[in-house]
């Protein structure tokens, strides 16, 4: 029994339909519990004291004061944390609480617990920290040149972190031969996810030892190792429980400070304590996207064939390692699994900044390189008199081929992705000849379906589902896995519900908690519906298996013969009944087994033979196109996206509704980094870490989405799903780019494409000037010598 | 979160006990209309008033009277008291007929709820703002304080000594552009003065109330031939704050423009009217070189600080686009130019 990939099932009942999702009642009716509302008796309130200085050595710490106010319960400082946490085993440098130095405007330097958080917040105003100021580097120009202390003491030169060259296939003879080369530099400015619901955190110790945190976390297992890391605790003592989450993004996708100040509080005091962040506190707690430079140089044919690429980038870190160092890999990675390239180079940096550390927003890494490769590619289109469709189909990546730099790729529905947009969008007939001011353009994009590697070392299935059933017809599911809005309760509940013949109601989760379910690393990198969701079908098909033997050794009938639809055991052929779930279940156990079944996954061995190989395979991708029309006004450089068309290749669609869900999210998410969003800095501040500053667009704002839904039937994913959850926001900002440059002859290389940078290059346009607005030069980073990797057999060639 | 600070609610019953209690509290005592502005001031602990006044249980603040009633100059007029909610404004048939942009201005005040809550009055008096000190403690602290809370430099302008912090009220260039009246009650008795008389150019007390005062209503009247229109630029479709607003009204007769008032808002500490503008209009007929060159005098009188969302350079720019724009849009409305019956269409961009 194989249940990897698409079990190609005739006709689903559930799957593939239009369905609600399991959580829309408790969601709809303001009945689900949020960490924020979650009622706790003798609970105590957490606020964090925050660092006013960018970057500062602490010389001492007094509390007296604050201790002294009535009400006020603990106050702990990174001395009370002392062991150093990370999400990867290579960046272990956060703790909770500043030790010794403290590194952005924001970083939590104390924690306070209190009756209430109104004499918390008060008494935090009384603790007095003496701080040691130091030149803070708030660009990735100033910390490479910086010669004061380095962010991190242990950091390499110039505030280096992390740094990686890679070269697969013949790079300099591509470009060597090539008749047309293009070179252009871009600037991808950073944003915050800015999930509607601010990270909240009760944690709770119990006499006997046992911690348990609730948390809107996207990882609770990760939530749980670094707990027991830092507060040196063993595992199996620590429970997180994700509560409903009003949206991750990646913003939740690792212990963060206040989980963990929130915990080491609760130890100390013995109670229950929450600490919630205000909306200023979730823009310093960020992990949001990179600031990024990116160099692009593209070797072709005159014909628009695509011999070789360049990529170099360098990530703006803020102060802690986070994800950054896979981050790093990210923007180099997925450039082959999009196109067909014989030869690749990569070059990537990251640099440590004293701002809010960046870390894996929606897309992880690679929104900032897709972008200019979409625009170069329009530039190289323009250049070689082809159109912006015809470049792209005549370098699609192959289903079922090998990328020259060892990404496998199985299904692709690129083509079908960039023609339906295409048509639906009447793009050529518009292309270049709409009136001045209005104009469309095109991208594309792949993503992965998950990493096919896990954030630390170990042999382990990424994910793990456990089905128990019971007489009275109740089948309960336990996984891991965390839904955090994007719908993997109901993906969990349908791959069962389908696989069982029941209905979604019929189907218990318990998901998300530590202690209920085995371990599912997490809500990231897309894994979730194809990796749980291998799981789920293994359990569910495993448990039918059991159930259609007893009942065909009862009734003498072979298995073959035998399905499981609407709550029945029927007959194949004629579909008819002939014993109802309950009853097959008592049948069932009665013959001794235990009514229960698991399923596991971990996606095939993907990576290549080299350092680094570790990122950027998945065990399937997902490709995306879009276009989109926008209306210029050339007089105030204000952009108005009027329309957009995205098609997704997610493999099959499980629930049509959710899969339009995530990509309207992701197109919005879109439009907001191509067109208002930055996390952007005034000296060593954050610009505005207020909801009414951070220009994220508005239901005005938002144009008609258009969503075409490419489905192709993956063989690996279940029922040959794939993701949908990042890929659609990634073609979104270059099609935006390549659209004004349609509209109005300016290219802004760079973005949020706010209005004042498009009327700077239409006034450079009005004088006679390249119509340009954008990144002049690239940072002065030195990269390591390229490793050279031999590309797989298969590859594509010159 | 952040937390309200804590104070005393007092809610008068009459203009009178209002007015008596504001007398006796003085500055320890701030006015609570609709509360949009002012509560999340409290919030941030950029104010930290003992008592707050509540205004709305005061009847003579509320209402819209029609000439009839109304103590206006000539037959045409309305009043609005000051409890009116901006919301109201964007509805009241009277004023979408005879003075359809005010309830185009009040359209593009934030949200729908902050306009079901927000007031005339309240937006007529709001603070002046700047992106220094429109901030929580901890992001002042890091910043440094400056001269509108408890600093002694301005970090916008440091080397002047004053605050330029941005009159942010959408509604302020429009009457001021439509010549209303103010009717301010006080502890020496009621006054009436013209909208513009209300401001004055310093972001730390822009308004030129006494203590004591309060805002009662706003008298429009609407001598014939008047046409106008109201410009507002921000990042985004809904929700921000004026990063500049331009107000236009022009008085014609015949083929030309007897009066003029071209009035700039977000781009200093009050709304300016610019004098240049409105000589180059006045007694002339509005031909297109006049519209351009009157923008241009806009765009040469205004100084943008750095201190309201979009660079100030930018915002100067498109101070000239939205004036000409607004000047155009106003002679559109002129019944014998254009026939049209005055409507605005709300543009996504105005
Ligand atoms: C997110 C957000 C966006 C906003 N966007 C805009 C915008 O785009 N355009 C805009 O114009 N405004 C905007 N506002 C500001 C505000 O909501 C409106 O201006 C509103 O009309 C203020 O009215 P209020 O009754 O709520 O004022 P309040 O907050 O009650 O009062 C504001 C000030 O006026 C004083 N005051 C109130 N009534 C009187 C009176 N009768 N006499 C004397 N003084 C008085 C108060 O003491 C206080 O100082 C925004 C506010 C927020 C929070
Ligand atoms: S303009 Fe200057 S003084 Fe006024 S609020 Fe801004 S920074 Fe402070």
């Known amino acids: ?798 | 979160m952040l937390h309200l600070p804590s104070f005393r609610y007092l809610a008068p019953r009459s203009l009178s006990e209002a007015v008596g209690l504001l007398a006796e509290l003085g500055a320890e005592a701030q006015l609570l209309a609709g509360g949009t502005d002012l509560l999340p001031l409290l919030k941030r602990g950029q104010l930290s008033p003992r008592y707050l006044v509540a205004l709305a249980g005061v009847p003579e603040l509320s209402g819209i009277r029609t000439a009839a009633e109304a103590t206006v100059r000539d037959g045409s007029g309305l009043t609005l008291g000051a409890l009116t909610s901006i919301a109201e404004l964007t509805r009241q048939p009277v004023l979408r007929r005879h003075f359809p942009v005010i309830g185009h201005a009040a359209s593009l005040i934030a949200t729908p709820t902050l306009r079901s809550m927000g007031t005339l009055g309240g937006n007529l008096c709001l603070d002046t703002r700047c992106t220094y000190v429109n901030r929580s403690p901890l992001w002042r602290e890091a910043a440094g304080d400056c001269l509108k809370c408890t600093g002694d430099v301005c970090r916008v302008a440091p080397g002047d000594d004053r605050c330029w912090a941005a009159v942010s009220s959408d509604l302020a260039p429009a009457m001021i552009a439509l010549d209303a009246q103010i009717r301010i009650a006080g502890p020496r008795g009621e006054r009436v003065i013209p909208a513009e008389a209300l401001y004055r150019d310093d972001g730390l007390s822009h308004l030129t109330l006494s203590a004591g005062e309060i805002v009662v209503d706003v008298q429009l009247l609407r001598p014939t031939g008047v046409c106008a229109s109201y410009m507002k630029l921000r990042p985004r479709a809904s929700f921000d704050f004026p990063s500049l607003g331009v107000a236009v009204a022009l008085r014609m007769a015949k083929d030309e423009c007897e009066n003029a008032r071209v009035v700039v808002g977000a781009v200093a500490s009050r709304p300016l009217r610019i004098a240049e503008a409105e000589v180059i209009l006045t007694g002339h007929v509005p031909t297109a070189e006049r519209l351009s060159a009157a923008a241009d005098a806009v765009h040469r009188a205004i100084r943008p600080m750095d201190n309201v969302d979009l660079p100030p350079g930018y915002r100067r720019q498109v101070a000239r686009v939205f004036t000409e724009r607004a000047l155009q849009h106003a002679l559109r409305q002129v019944p014998a130019r254009a026939g049209a019956n005055g409507a605005l269409t709300p543009g996504r961009q105005n």
């Open chain 1, 1 to 798: 029994m194989s249940s990897t990939g698409s079990t190609r099932t005739p006709d689903f009942t559930i799957i593939g339909h239009r369905r609600s999702k399991v959580d829309a009642w408790p969601k709809v009716t303001g009945r689900a519990n949020y960490a924020d509302d979650l009622p706790f008796a003798h609970l105590l309130y957490a606020r964090l004291l925050r660092s006013p200085h960018a970057h500062a050595r602490i010389r001492a710490i007094d509390a007296t004061r604050a201790l002294a106010v009535p009400g006020v319960t603990a106050v702990i400082s990174g001395a009370d944390l002392p062991v150093p946490y990370g999400i990867l085993p290579v960046s272990q440098d956060e703790h909770g609480l500043a030790v010794d130095k403290v590194r952005f405007v924001g970083d939590p330097v104390a924690a306070i617990a209190a009756e209430d958080e109104e004499t918390a917040d008060h008494a935090m105003g009384l603790i007095v920290v003496d701080y040691d100021v130091l030149t803070a580097c708030m660009t990735v120009d100033e910390a490479l040149s910086a010669t004061g202390d380095p962010i991190h003491a242990n950091g390499k030169a110039n505030n280096v972190h992390k740094r990686v060259a890679l070269e697969f296939g013949a790079v300099e003879a591509a470009f060597e031969a090539a008749a047309h080369v293009r070179e252009d530099l871009f600037f991808y400015g950073g944003s915050n996810h800015l999930a509607l619901e601010e990270h909240a955190a009760v944690a709770e110790y119990s006499p006997d030892g046992r911690l348990t945190l609730w948390s809107s976390t996207q990882t609770p297992h990760y939530v749980q190792r670094a707990l027991a890391k830092a507060l040196q605790l063993p595992e199996r003592r620590v429970r997180v429980v994700a509560s409903v989450i009003g949206g991750g993004f990646g913003g939740k996708t690792e212990a963060l400070p206040h989980e963990v100040a929130a915990a080491r509080l609760a130890m100390i005091t013995g109670r229950p304590v929450k600490c919630r962040l205000s909306r200023e506190e979730v823009f310093y707690s960020h992990r949001g996207r990179h600031p990024m430079h990116v160099q692009l140089r593209a070797a072709a044919r005159v014909d628009g064939t695509l011999t070789g690429l360049h990529v170099r980038t360098v990530l703006d870190g803020g102060a802690y390692g986070s994800y950054g160092v896979a981050s790093t890999y990210y923007s180099g990675a997925l450039p082959p699994a999009t196109y067909r390239l014989p030869a690749y180079r990569f070059e990537g940096a990251r640099v440590f900044t004293n701002k809010p550390p960046c870390g894996p927003k929606r897309g992880h890494g690679t929104p900032q390189p897709r972008f200019g490769l979409e625009v170069l590619l329009d530039k190289l289109a323009e250049d070689l008199g082809l159109d912006p469709l015809a470049i792209r189909l005549k370098n699609l990546v192959a289903e079922d081929s090998v990328t020259v730099n060892h990404l496998r790729v199985t299904s692709c529905g690129l083509r079908a992705c960039l023609e339906r947009v295409a048509d639906a969008s009447g793009f050529l007939d518009k292309h270049r000849r709409l009136p001045r001011g209005e104009g469309v353009g095109l991208a594309a994009s792949c993503y992965l379906s998950g990493a096919a590697l896990p954030i630390y070392w170990n042999g382990l299935p990424h994910t793990t589902v456990h089905i128990q059933a019971d007489r009275t017809g109740t089948v309960h599911v336990a996984c891991g896995a965390t839904d955090i809005g994007q719908g993997s309760d109901s993906v969990l509940a349908s791959l069962v519900a389908e696989v069982l013949g029941l209905d979604l109601v019929d189907i218990q989760l318990d998901t998300a908690d530590t202690a209920l379910a085995a371990v599912d690393l997490g809500s990231y990198s897309s894994r979730v519906t194809f990796m749980m969701g291998n799981a789920a079908l293994r359990a569910a098909e495993n448990l039918r298996e059991q159930v259609l033997c007893a009942v065909g050794r009862e009734l003498h009938l072979p298995t073959h013969r035998l399905i499981l639809h609407s709550g029945q055991v029927a007959l194949r052929d004629e579909r008819s009944p002939i014993m109802s779930w309950p009853d097959a279940l008592q049948l069932t156990q009665a013959s001794g087994a235990v009514l229960a079944a698991s399923g596991t996954y971990a996606p095939p061995p993907l990576a290549g033979p080299y350092k680094g190989a570790g990122v950027g395979p998945s065990p399937a991708y997902s490709y995306s196109a879009c276009v989109v029309h926008v209306n210029v006004d050339a007089e105030t450089g204000q952009v108005v996206p009027s329309e957009v068309w995205l098609a997704h290749d997610g493999g099959r669609a499980l629930n049509p509704t959710q899969v339009e869900g995530q990509i309207e999210g992701g197109v919005y998410m879109g439009l907001g980094e191509a067109l208002w969003e930055e996390q952007s800095f005034r000296g060593p501040l954050h610009a505005g870490p207020t909801a009414l500053d951070y220009k994220t667009p508005t239901a005005l704002d938002m144009p008609i989405v258009h969503c075409l839904l490419v489905e192709t039937d993956d063989r690996e994913g279940p029922f040959g799903a794939k993701e949908v959850g990042q890929g659609p926001l990634l073609p979104v900002p270059p099609a935006v780019a390549n659209a004004v440059y349609d509209a109005v002859g300016v290219r802004v290389d760079e973005v949020p494409i706010t209005p004042d940078k498009v009327l700077r290059a239409l006034d450079r346009q009005a004088r006679g000037q390249p119509a340009r607005h954008g990144p002049r030069r690239f940072p002065d980073i030195a990269y390591p010598p390229l490793t050279v990797v031999e590309p797989p057999a298969g590859a594509p060639q010159l």
